[in-house]
T-cell receptor
Framework: GAGVSQSPRYKVAKRGQDVALRCDPI?????LFWYQQALGQGPEFLTY????????KSGLPSDRFFAERPEGSVSTLKIQRTQQEDSAVYLC???????????FGNGTRLTVT | AQTVTQSQPEMSVQEAETVTLSCTYD???????LFWYKQPPSRQMILVIR??????QNATENRFSVNFQKAAKSFSLKISDSQLGDAAMYFC??????????FGAGTRLTVKP
């Protein structure tokens, strides 16, 4: 398909485990965003890439959160030593360039037990 | 900081009727973008409509239209001839330049047959 693809769709982790969430943006899209969406809330910004450069990571809640996009396409969001408060849906979005509309994936629902 | 406020946590509309969802935002910028996204239970955020702040004409997309009041910093969404498939969470969003997109808390729309 031509949309943004995220995997896994669901992830259950025990508290203290590390997790890695993957995002395949639309081919050719320059900008890539990660959002965290708690139940019943709007998406909250985590971090933003332009190609392989991470231009803004001000939304990452702690140093346990790390994101990368080494070749300017696929991105991985890693959460170390997961905590229960990390339970949320993690959304990835990409856009062709700045200010063009964001295209979202279906998200990864992370549950930390 | 830019903030987006949606004051209606839930709204209900009869099928074939019209409903308006409210959104206000706070910004010191003069040139920016506003969006309405729809999020069904599948979790994927779907772009409904987009408005450039420099355009005075209100955007329309088939049954969806906006009432953009720049001075009042208001951006409401009108859905005409509501259909059962319109039932979803609706998020208002703001984006300035190449910064991240900021979302409101959302409005859950129910469509009654």
């Amino acid at each position: 398909g031509a949309g943004v693809s995220q995997s896994p769709r669901y992830k259950v982790a025990k508290r203290g485990q590390d997790v890695a969430l993957r995002c395949d943006p639309i081919s050719g899209h320059v900008s890539l965003f990660w959002y965290q969406q708690a139940l019943g809330q709007g998406p909250e910004f985590l971090t933003y890439f332009q190609n392989e450069a991470q231009l803004d990571k001000s939304g990452l809640p702690s140093d346990r959160f790390f994101a990368e996009r080494p070749e300017g396409s696929v991105s991985t969001l890693k959460i170390q030593r997961t905590q229960q408060e990390d339970s949320a849906v993690y959304l990835c979005a990409s856009s062709l360039w700045d200010n063009s509309p964001l295209h979202f994936g279906n998200g990864t629902r992370l549950t930390v037990t | 900081a830019q903030t987006v406020t949606q004051s209606q946590p839930e709204m209900s509309v009869q099928e074939a009727e019209t409903v308006t969802l409210s959104c206000t935002y706070d910004t010191s910028e003069s040139d920016y973008y506003l969006f309405w996204y729809k999020q069904p239970p599948s979790r994927q955020m779907i772009l409904v409509i987009r408005q450039e702040a420099y355009k005075q004409q209100n955007a329309t997309e088939n049954r969806f239209s906006v009432n953009f009041q720049k001075a009042a910093k208001s951006f409401s969404l009108k859905i005409s001839d509501s259909q059962l498939g319109d039932a979803a969470m609706y998020f208002c969003a703001y984006r300035y330049n190449n910064n991240d997109m900021r979302f409101g808390a959302g409005t859950r729309l129910t469509v009654k047959p």
